[in-house]
Nanobody, 124 residues
Framework: QVQLVESGGGTVQAGESLRLSCTVS????????LNWYRQAPGKERELVAG???????TYAGAVKSRVTIFRNSLRNVVELQMTNLKPEDTGVYYC??????????????????WGRGTQVTVSS
């Protein structure tokens, strides 16, 4: 059964750090892109960071200097280290796995799974 379970959220002061963790089960960790998204109140969900199966990381411009994404293949965990947090970082942070499989030799199908999210609140 596919499950993505986030943890590590909380309430912090501006300037502090948090490390979010997402445990991925169900056989979808290896070979797929792992992402962290966030959704602020009243706003659309946006990509924060992603890491490919080969370990290449990409970051949203607004957070690039303050976040690092890690994937641990031994533990099937993807983590997001956030530093110097700002009030505008407040939101629900979601873990996401995106990949593809071949349902037949002719058909490539894509899949996507989401966790339920973890709340991050940054007070000024």
């Amino acid at each position: 059964q596919v499950q993505l379970v986030e943890s590590g959220g909380g309430t912090v002061q501006a300037g502090e750090s948090l490390r979010l963790s997402c445990t991925v089960s169900g056989g979808i960790f290896s070979g797929n892109t792992l992402n962290w998204y966030r959704q602020a109140p009243g706003k659309e969900r946006e990509l924060v960071a992603g890491i490919s199966a080969g370990g290449t990381a990409t970051y949203a411009g607004a957070v690039k200097s303050r976040v690092t994404i890690f994937r641990n293949s031994l533990r099937n965990v993807v983590e997001l280290q956030m530093t110097n947090l700002k009030p505008e970082d407040t939101g629900v942070y979601y873990c996401n796995v995106r990949g593809h499989y071949y349902s037949s030799i002719w058909n490539r199908d894509e899949f996507e799974h989401w966790g339920r999210g973890t709340q991050v609140t940054v007070s000024s």
